[in-house]
């Protein structure tokens, strides 16, 4: 495992710029800077008090029991996350507020308050259970960013249903796997939904996967776009027939703090993408205690979490954390440049948006569209901006902090993870003093540090390690779906008595973190993870392909970008035209977002005496690099074999 760090946040790293918190914030912030030594003299009355925020049926027993890898939080409490998130805010005078600002692609606006969003939860709860979905069962969400999305899975935890949400950006195949792994009983989805002025197909590959996933035995469909989809009969139900005439009314199911909430799958270092689990009890607390420290969210704030709920950012910062602090939220379902690039910035005009939180991928590429886009509008109601999924460069930090944020707004750069459920290493924005291109400090009651391939620690400002965890936190997964020994060698084997996060990280003189990218097979495209052999797997899945290796290159906007190498079987004529079609080939069997953006036919791959693929050098390769170290290599002569006689294919990948 080598470390891969990246070479703008290693020239940058003795940047010199800070900035503090503006005196006001600091003075009203929600988290102040006592939090740190409080959390490390009581770590689990800190922790105790978090959970104090949400509304309990039952109290918890003990805070926590942490037998490695294995933690259970508030054991002996019962609660239902569905009833935090809304009934209880309307109990509590808020029905009126609203909810979500939801704005379509097309133009097309809803706006759903407090009372809105329980009577419509209710509604879809009674539904399920209309339906025979019962407490425990598995429901597969596979929706656009409308409202219906969030109010399925809050449906879901209204019954103790555990949701898996599939991202809508995936392929049919993609779908079927995470149902058949979760043995989903029922699949909610949509005719479709609007992503850059085109309309996906959700239903038509909802139905390919279903056809293969034979525990699903109902379909609730929301009709989004109108376009006619086929309807099985005695399987599939139109979301208006059956949701509509619901009562209004629904008991919270009382679940154990331990009660599964959802799975999310996430891509790893194999070809099958991991059931990640998450619990009720803590991971509420964990993202509601950071959602609100971190974006010091006010009464009056209008926060938007511009991610996917189909992602964790999504699930933790759209709807949990949000929603549990009674946050109006924005959730817009397009493309964050149609139909041109400052449709953002329209929504923040619009909407006052106080707060805006979302991926550096999305920063560069408003960036590279020049100032004058964000200038058009009225951002003055922004107050504080975020960022996650990615290391962001400072280039691209100081354009946020300026052009979005007018030189007024602090940034705080979320460090988590899938696995993690929850932000850990974070500024808080009313105490830490900012370095752009740095995650600062583990949050409150959070303990990470940088090891060395042997796990000594990495003394601060030593150098760079491997980023690991030593205690647990509230929202960690639970495991890995039916698969604890992948649990155990993935993320406790690596360190014995340490989570390894799979990051390459650094620690400078003053404490603060330095995200160095995956030291893994995880890419990062866009700020969503892609495995490479996932890739290669939906390569050689190809009736002309013989081998394929996949890098991830450095690209200045997507973060990554994917390169595959190919070697095509011995009749076939490798051609543009194939690697056309093994772009699309890929598309089809993960989604559009593993699409690789250079296609390169080769003789050949560079691999070790013990066979192993040196990605490494394909990686200098792709990015026209001198090559590194080429002792270990078996054959000396096949890298420039690969580089006289490769065939490149380019061409811009669809985010
Ligand atoms: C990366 C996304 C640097 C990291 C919430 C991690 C980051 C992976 C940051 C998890 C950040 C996330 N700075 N790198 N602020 N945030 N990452 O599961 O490599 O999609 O391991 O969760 O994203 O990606 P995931």
Same mark, same amino acid.
């Given at each position: 495992?080598?470390? #891969?760090?990246?070479?703008?946040?290693?020239a940058?790293?003795?940047?010199a710029?800070e900035?503090p918190p503006?005196?006001?914030?600091?003075?009203n912030a929600n988290?102040?800077a006592?939090?740190?030594a409080?959390?490390?003299?009581d770590?689990e009355?800190?922790w105790?008090?978090?959970?104090?925020?949400?509304?309990?049926?039952r109290?918890?027993?003990a !805070?926590?029991?942490?037998?490695?890898p294995y933690a259970?939080?508030?054991?002996?409490?019962e609660?239902?996350v569905?009833?935090?998130?809304?009934?209880r805010h309307?109990?509590n005078?808020?029905?009126t507020?609203?909810?979500?600002?939801w704005e379509g692609?097309?133009?097309?606006?809803r706006?759903?308050?407090?009372?809105?969003?329980?009577?419509?939860? #209710?509604?879809?709860a009674?539904?399920?259970?209309?339906?025979g979905?019962?407490t425990?069962?598995?429901v597969?969400?596979?929706?656009?960013m409308?409202?219906?999305?969030p109010?399925?899975?809050?449906?879901?935890a209204?019954?103790?249903?555990?949701? !898996?949400v599939?991202f809508?950006?995936?392929?049919?195949?993609a779908?079927?796997?995470r149902?058949i792994d979760?043995?989903?009983?029922?699949l909610?989805?949509?005719?479709?939904?609007?992503?850059n002025g085109k309309?996906l197909?959700?239903?038509?590959?909802?139905?390919?996967a279903?056809?293969?996933a034979?525990?699903?035995?109902?379909?609730?469909?929301?009709?989004r776009?109108?376009?006619?989809?086929?309807m099985?009969?005695?399987?599939?139900?139109?979301w208006?027939d059956?949701?509509?005439?619901?009562s209004d009314?629904?008991?919270p199911?009382?679940v154990?703090s331990?009660?599964?909430?959802?799975?999310l799958?996430?891509s790893?270092t194999?070809a099958?993408p991991?059931?990640?689990?998450?619990?009720t009890?803590g991971?509420?607390t964990?993202v509601?205690?950071t959602h609100?420290?971190i974006?010091?969210i006010?009464?009056?704030?209008?926060?938007?979490?511009?991610?996917d709920?189909?992602?964790?950012t999504g699930h933790?910062?759209?709807v949990?954390?949000?929603l549990?602090?009674?946050?109006t939220s924005i959730?817009?379902?397009?493309?964050p440049?149609?139909p041109?690039?400052?449709r953002?910035?329209?929504i923040?005009?619009k909407?006052?948006v106080s707060?805006l939180?979302c991926?550096p991928?999305?920063?560069?590429a408003?960036m590279k569209q020049?100032d004058?886009?964000?200038a058009?509008?009225?951002?003055?109601s922004?107050?504080?901006?975020?960022?996650?999924?990615e290391?962001?460069n400072?280039e691209?930090?100081?354009?946020?902090h300026r052009?979005?944020?007018?030189s007024?707004?602090p !940034?705080?750069?979320?460090?988590?993870q899938?696995?993690?459920?929850m932000?850990?290493?974070t500024?808080?924005?009313g105490?830490?003093?900012?370095?752009p291109?740095?995650a600062?400090?583990?949050?409150?009651g959070?303990?990470?540090?940088? !090891?060395?391939a042997?796990g000594h620690?990495?003394?601060?400002?030593?150098?760079?390690g491997y980023?690991?965890?030593?205690?647990?936190w509230?929202?960690m997964?639970?495991g890995?779906?039916?698969?604890p020994e992948?649990?155990m060698?993935?993320?406790?084997?690596?360190?014995p008595g340490?989570?390894?996060?799979?990051?390459?990280?650094?620690?400078d003189?003053?404490?603060?973190?330095?995200?160095?990218?995956r030291?893994?097979d995880v890419?990062?495209?866009s700020?969503?993870?892609?495995?490479?052999?996932?890739?290669?797997?939906a390569?050689?899945?190809?009736p002309a392909?013989?081998?394929a290796?996949v890098?991830?290159?450095s690209?200045?906007?997507?973060?990554?970008?994917?390169?595959a190498?190919v070697i095509?079987?011995s009749?076939?004529?490798?051609?543009?035209?194939?690697?056309?079609?093994?772009?699309?080939?890929v598309?089809?069997?993960?989604?559009a977002?593993a699409?690789?953006?250079?296609?390169?036919?080769?003789p050949?791959?560079?691999?070790?005496?013990?066979?192993?693929?040196?990605?490494?050098l394909?990686?200098?390769i792709?990015e026209?690099r001198a090559?590194g170290?080429?002792t270990?290599?078996?054959?000396?002569?096949?890298?420039?074999t690969i580089?006289?006689k490769?065939?490149?294919?380019?061409?811009d990948?669809?985010v």
């Open positions: 495992m080598s470390l #891969n760090v990246q070479p703008e946040i290693e940058l790293f003795s940047e710029r900035f503006p005196p006001e914030f600091a003075a988290m102040k006592d939090a740190y409080h959390a490390d003299q770590f009355g800190f105790a008090e978090q959970a104090d925020r949400l509304t309990w049926f109290k918890w027993d !805070v926590l029991e942490w037998d490695l259970k939080w508030f054991i002996g409490g609660l239902n569905a009833y935090n998130c809304v009934d309307v109990e005078g808020l029905g507020k609203v909810a979500y600002h692609e097309p133009g097309d606006t706006t759903l308050t407090y009372a809105d969003l329980r009577r419509e939860v #209710n509604r879809c009674n539904a399920l259970l209309e339906l979905v019962r425990g069962d598995r597969g969400i596979y929706m656009p409308i409202p219906e999305l109010i399925a899975m809050l449906a879901c209204k019954i103790g249903a555990p949701h !898996v599939v809508g950006g995936f392929s049919a195949d779908l079927q796997g149902m979760s043995e989903a009983v029922a909610i989805t949509a005719d479709g939904g609007y992503r309309v197909d959700l239903k038509g590959a909802a139905d390919e279903a056809a293969n034979p525990t699903i035995r109902n379909m609730l469909v929301v009709q776009t109108g376009h006619g989809v086929p099985q009969e005695g399987r599939d139900h139109w208006h059956i949701v509509d005439r619901q009314e629904c008991e199911v009382h154990d331990e009660h599964l909430l959802y799975l799958h996430t790893g194999t099958k991991k059931g990640i689990m998450h619990t009890g991971y509420l964990g509601s205690a609100h420290a974006f010091d006010k009464p009056d704030d209008v926060y938007w979490c511009a991610a709920i189909g992602w964790v933790s910062y759209i949990y954390g949000p549990s602090n009674a946050t959730l817009y379902e397009g493309a440049q149609y041109e690039p400052d953002w910035w329209s923040i005009e909407y006052k707060i939180y991926a991928t999305a920063i560069r408003f020049g004058a886009w964000p058009k509008h009225d951002m003055s922004l107050r504080l901006l975020g960022t996650v999924g290391p962001i400072p691209a930090w100081l354009w946020y052009a979005i944020g007018g007024r707004c !940034v705080v750069d979320t460090w988590w899938t696995e993690t459920g932000i850990l290493i500024p808080l924005p105490v830490t003093t900012l370095r291109g740095s600062t400090r583990p949050f409150p959070v303990a990470a540090k940088v !090891v060395d042997d620690d990495v003394p601060d400002g030593a150098g760079g980023l690991v965890l030593t205690k647990p509230p929202a997964l639970r890995i779906y039916k698969d992948r649990y060698s993935t993320y406790w084997r690596r360190f340490m989570y390894f996060a799979g990051d390459g990280c650094k620690v003189a003053d404490g603060y973190f330095w995200l160095l990218g030291v893994d890419m990062k495209v700020g969503h993870r892609i495995s490479t052999i996932e890739v290669e797997s390569l050689v899945d190809h392909v013989a081998e290796a890098v991830g290159r690209d200045p906007v997507t973060g990554e970008a994917i390169s190498f095509v079987k009749h076939i004529q490798p051609d543009d035209a194939l690697a056309a079609e093994l772009r699309e080939h598309a089809a069997k993960i989604g977002i699409r690789p953006k250079m296609v390169m036919f080769t050949e791959l560079p691999k070790t005496r013990s066979g192993k693929i040196m990605r490494r394909l990686r200098d792709a026209h090559l170290d080429v270990t290599l078996a054959d000396t002569g096949i890298v420039d580089r006289d490769a065939q490149s294919s380019e061409a990948q669809l």
